[in-house]
Each structure stands twice: as structure tokens, then as C-alpha cells.
């Protein structure tokens, strides 16, 4: 069974654009969750998506907002960026409460 | 007080060693005690999943929860190069949200 996809893998962006991210769940998996990683925050959790409901949600600003598909793929944009968005976006999925999957993440840069 | 406090190491073993990484928590509610292994520009990996107290040993790997200490270990036996990563702890009252410490880094020199 294939893993969790992400795409793109690197991302650079500047100061002000807007970029959006893609995370393809296992196959089965209907939840996704979102995280942000960076060498001094650790793994800091976003929001998570269930059947194209955002069931959780950290403690993230407006600009960082996604959705889910019916066909349970997920997309998080983040808007006017900034320099501290430079960080790992990881996605993971998990069939119910249960243990998640990573994909590789995408890591962002913004100059 | 963060949820969940890992030392971050870096932490640098002999090969064969044996390697004991911890991680405390402060919500007695967790009960779900997970631990992800993370290579370089690599997501993290799941290594060992264990629900409430109690030990699980999966080949070289040893998982310990000690609920009344909110406490969690997780041990290496003969330690290999290429066990050399971040090890990452996390876990969860619900199983729907997930709380994780910062990592550990882990060198281990052949």
C-alpha cells in the first residue's frame, strides 16, 4: 500500500505571496492532519480534516487555512507569508483514533 | 509548561550501545504513548505505539509508559549506525489530537 504523498517537496516563496500545499492520505485513510516543524518549535499541530471537516485546530493564525476533498486528499494554503512560515509542513493521515503516517513533508522557504 | 518536554540532546553513543530516550508530560489524561523516528529531510517514521501503562519490545526496541510519573522511555539495544536520527515522542487523551516533544538527535559512531 502506498504511504502518504506530498507535494511539492521545496517550496520558495517570498515575503507577502501565498503558497498551497498537497498531501495524498493512505488509501483509506479518511483523516489528515497538518503540522508545522521547525528546529525550535518541534512538530506543532495545525488543524486535521475528517471526511472534508476540520474536526481539530491549533493554535495557528488565519493565513494558515485548509480543506480536504471527498476523496479524502488535502490542501493547506497559507497566505501573506512570512519569514517565520520557513519551516518542514508535514501531513499525516490514520484510518480512525488511531496511530498516524507522515509523508516527507514539504519544506518552505520564504525569503 | 509545554505539554509534552523532551531533551533535546544531542546525544552521541558508541555502536552496540544501549541508547534510553525520555520524554515527561503533564496531562494525566494521555493515554495514548507514541515514538517516531526522523532521518534528515525524511517525515518521521512510527516506531513504537503503546496504549496506557506498560512495556513493548519490538526487536531492538523497548517502549515503557509510567502513567504515575508521566514518564516514557523508549530504550535502543545494540545500537547501529544507522539507527543515528531524531527520535521524536508524541501522544494523546483521545487519539484525535496528538502532542509531541521536540526530538532527540541520536549519533551513533561505528
Known amino acids: 500500500k502506498a504511504g502518504v504523498t506530498q507535494t511539492p517537496r521545496y517550496l520558495i516563496k517570498t515575503r507577502g505571496q501565498q503558497v498551497t500545499l498537497s498531501c495524498s492520505p493512505i488509501s483509506g485513510h479518511r483523516s489528515v492532519s497538518w503540522y508545522q516543524q521547525t528546529p525550535g518549535q518541534g512538530l506543532q499541530f495545525l488543524f486535521e480534516?475528517?471526511?472534508?471537516?476540520?474536526?481539530n485546530k491549533g493554535n495557528f493564525p488565519g493565513r494558515f487555512s485548509g480543506r480536504q476533498f471527498s476523496n479524502s486528499r488535502s490542501e493547506m494554503n497559507v497566505s501573506t507569508l512570512e519569514l517565520g512560515d520557513s519551516a518542514l509542513y508535514l501531513c499525516?493521515?490514520?484510518?480512525?483514533?488511531?496511530?498516524?503516517?507522515f509523508g516527507p513533508g514539504t519544506r518552505l522557504t520564504v525569503l | 509548561q509545554k505539554e509534552v518536554e523532551q531533551d533535546p540532546g544531542p546525544l552521541s553513543v558508541p555502536e552496540g550501545a544501549i541508547v534510553s530516550l525520555n520524554c515527561t508530560y503533564s496531562n494525566s489524561a494521555f493515554q495514548y504513548f507514541m515514538w517516531y523516528r526522523q532521518y534528515s529531510r525524511k517525515g518521521p517514521e512510527l516506531l513504537m505505539y503503546?496504549?496506557?501503562?506498560g512495556n513493548k519490545e519490538d526487536g531492538r526496541f523497548t517502549a515503557q509508559v509510567d502513567k504515575s510519573s508521566k514518564y516514557i522511555s523508549l530504550f535502543i539495544r545494540d545500537s547501529q549506525p544507522s539507527d543515528s536520527a531524531t527520535y521524536l515522542c508524541a501522544m494523546s487523551s483521545t487519539g484525535n489530537q496528538f502532542y509531541f516533544g521536540t526530538g532527540t538527535s541520536l549519533t551513533v559512531i561505528p
Open positions: 503503546t496504549y496506557s501503562s
Open positions: 499525516a493521515s490514520r484510518l480512525a483514533s488511531d496511530t498516524q503516517y
Open positions: 480534516y475528517f471526511s472534508e471537516t476540520q474536526r
